[in-house]
């Protein structure tokens, strides 16, 4: 955390000895280990705190996106479907006007004329009479 090796804590421990004496030294030892303790149960719980506000951030943008992804995926479906409808019901129309009988005119004039102008023969062969 501080980079404080062991030699550096001989010394200080040295100068705290010194200085409070070997009475008091280790109350106050106890002391800044107990504010050592909270501090870092401290910067544990914000840490936590701020991983788990990201991780709630980062679920909420997934959520979001599929939200849209959905929303998009839903009106391309819509679309084919819409697409799909009109062209069964292009396709029913062109079923219905082919199966339905033409009225009023029937095989055409000319095929019954040329059939019957030539006594039965064929319209490309030239009769024999």
């Given at each position: 955390m501080f980079d404080i090796g062991f030699g550096e804590l001989v010394i200080i421990g040295l100068i705290g000895l010194l200085v409070?004496?070997?009475?008091?030294?280790?109350g106050v030892a106890k002391t800044l280990g107990g504010f050592v303790r909270k501090a870092r149960r401290t910067w544990h719980q914000m840490r936590v705190e701020l991983e788990s506000e990201v991780d709630r951030s980062r679920i909420r943008d997934i959520k979001n996106e599929m939200t849209e992804t959905r929303k998009q995926l839903r009106e391309s479906v819509q679309a084919a479907d819409d697409s799909l409808r009109q062209?069964?019901?292009?396709?029913?129309?062109t079923v219905n006007e082919v199966s339905q009988p033409?009225?009023?005119?029937?095989a055409s004039?000319?095929?019954?004329?040329?059939?019957?102008?030539?006594?039965?023969?064929?319209?490309?062969?030239?009769?024999?009479?």
């Open positions: 409070l004496g070997p009475e008091r030294l280790p062209t069964g019901d292009k396709l029913q129309q033409t009225t009023g005119s029937k004039p000319r095929a019954g004329t040329a059939a019957t102008s030539n006594n039965g023969s064929s319209p490309d062969k030239p009769s024999d009479q």
